[in-house]
């Protein structure tokens, strides 16, 4: 029997592509996931450094779980509690989970701030937080305000079963992509031509792809902006605690314990354990709103996507235990802190920079304009290529975060064992050495940490027709192309 595809049959979402996942950064996973790095079994594959994930400290997590075997309903020792937990299922949660998570988001705050515990609505993974959100405060044509760059999931996230749209803030390399009031005020202005209907503004703080905080004057800004136009400021935190140097983060309750005017029903933090403590498996998402209404809506809503109880029994047990996270935050940081001094520092020798005002994070925003043929989009996709297929790393073009500034790269550091990033720096530096060799004067042989000589319009082609690439391509990858 023959199968046809008939969009017809299916709903307007379902046949849509709102999804989002024709952009080169799903592209990158797929190119990665045809063939990928393997210590042994294929050293020459795909590196995967697309992927936001915080693998640095699962030793730590898995010593507590073996001193600790009653947080799990599946060990002798906790299998008294597996009716209990197993045929409970209230959408309030756990009073100890959310007791547990409330205090945790103090501690990554550096207990500056207080959390009620009565307004944590779970949801699956910060994913599930946004979506819930973009419902209970717009409707289909709406729109969001969002400072690029960000995060390529909330196309999806906020649009895709919403209907909600989302407005860009364009920021700007030459400020280091600061959010200023004067961007968001051509965007407001932009939607209101457009005849759209601005309901909030969602920002991400510690910033997705850029690894930066705001300052208190820029979130004071932010704050009065909103409220001065009476829209939502949706705060997504979910980096929090990778603030890995000085300065400190600042989160935006912090922002409202000030003396600043804001009306609170405006004010929605949506936080998660998927990086922090580096479980996105667990699908640990938070909405905190300052708004009854959002409250008790939301809470209504997290039946679609409740955090299963086993999870919560365990996460309650963990995060209440205050000296294991008060060390794990610790060591996570300087972790982190270790892994983007080791990376940014070999990327230096090779005359590759970071933008400087990073200090949070599981990945660094690299800046690879001067290797572009031309400073356009286009020569940005055409170098991400060679780097995909060639250089055989996946990480993220700047405009798949709808970057307008051509030649920045998202680099995810923690994802991956000390092995596999030695592999993928040096991979880094053949590629940037062997493009300088290449066309450097014979003569002169010390070259001088300056890439301008990449600037030949020739090079990439060179490189892509090189017949000593390391590896062919996958197939996949070569049709894709
Ligand atoms: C800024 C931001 N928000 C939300 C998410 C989704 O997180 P979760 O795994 O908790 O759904 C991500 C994941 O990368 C992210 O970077």
């Known amino acids: 029997m023959v199968f046809k595809l008939n969009s017809h049959l299916l709903s307007r979402i379902a046949s849509s592509n709102g999804h989002g996942e024709d952009s080169p950064y799903f592209d990158g996973w797929k190119a990665y996931d045809t063939d ?18 915080n693998q640095l ?11 600790n075997p009653k947080a799990s309903i599946c060990s002798p020792e906790g299998l008294n509690e597996f009716r209990e937990t197993a045929i409970f299922q209230d959408y309030h949660g756990l009073p100890e989970f959310r007791n547990a998570v409330a205090n945790f988001m103090e501690k990554v705050r550096g207990n500056r701030v207080t959390f009620d515990p009565d307004r944590i609505v779970m949801s699956g993974g910060a994913t599930g937080a946004h979506e819930t959100l973009a419902f209970c405060l717009a409707d289909p044509g709406e729109a969001f305000l969002v400072p690029t760059p960000y995060y390529p999931g909330f196309d999806r996230d906020l649009r895709w079963r919403t209907g909600v749209k989302l407005i860009p803030v364009h920021s700007d390399s030459s400020n280091n992509f600061m959010v200023t009031r004067e961007a968001l005020e051509n965007a407001y202005e932009r939607a209101r031509l457009d005849n759209i209907k601005v309901k909030g503004l969602l920002i991400t703080n510690p910033s997705n792809p850029l690894g930066t905080i705001l300052d208190r004057e820029t979130l004071r800004s932010i704050v009065r902006f909103i409220n ?4 939502h400021l949706v705060c997504d935190e979910i980096y929090a605690a990778t603030v890995f140097s000085q300065p400190d983060f600042i989160s935006i309750a912090e922002i409202l314990q000030e003396d600043i005017e804001c009306n609170l029903d405006l004010v929605h933090i949506v936080y998660s354990l998927s990086k922090d403590m580096g479980f996105p498996g667990l699908r640990v998402g938070i909405i ?7 409250v008790s809506c939301a809470r209504k809503m997290s039946s679609f996507g409740l955090v299963s109880t086993q999870t919560q029994y365990l996460i309650a047990s963990m995060l209440s235990d205050s000296e294991f996270v008060e060390m794990f935050i610790r060591e996570s940081k300087s972790r982190l802190a270790a892994r983007y001094r080791v990376f940014t520092r070999g990327l230096h020798q090779v005359g590759i920079e970071c933008l400087k005002t990073s200090n949070a994070g599981l990945f660094l925003w690299m800046d690879l304009s001067r290797l572009l043929k031309e ?24 405009c798949s975060f709808h970057c307008l500034n051509p030649g920045w790269f998202r680099v995810c550091f923690a994802n991956m064992d000390d092995d596999t990033m030695q592999v993928a720096l040096s991979r880094i530096k053949t590629f940037v050495n062997k493009e300088v060799d290449t066309k450097k004067p014979k003569k002169n042989l010390r070259w001088q940490g300056s890439l301008k000589l990449l600037n030949s319009p020739r090079i990439y082609d060179d490189f892509i027709n090189s017949p000593h690439s390391p590896i062919p391509q996958s197939p996949l990858v070569r049709a894709r192309t």
Not at 61 to 67: S, V
Not at 228 to 231: A, Y
């Open 36 to 53: 990928p790095h393997h210590p042994t079994d294929n050293p020459n594959g795909v590196i995967q450094m697309g992927l936001a994930e």
């Open 57 to 67: 400290c699962f030793d730590l997590i898995q010593d507590w779980l073996k001193k």
């Open 228 to 231: 001065e136009k009476n829209i």
């Open 288 to 294: 905190y709103s300052y708004n009854d209404s959002v």
């Open 375 to 398: 400073q356009t989009l286009e020569a940005e996709m055409e170098l991400w290529r060679v780097i995909i297929h060639e250089v055989k790393l996946n990480v993220s073009p700047g």
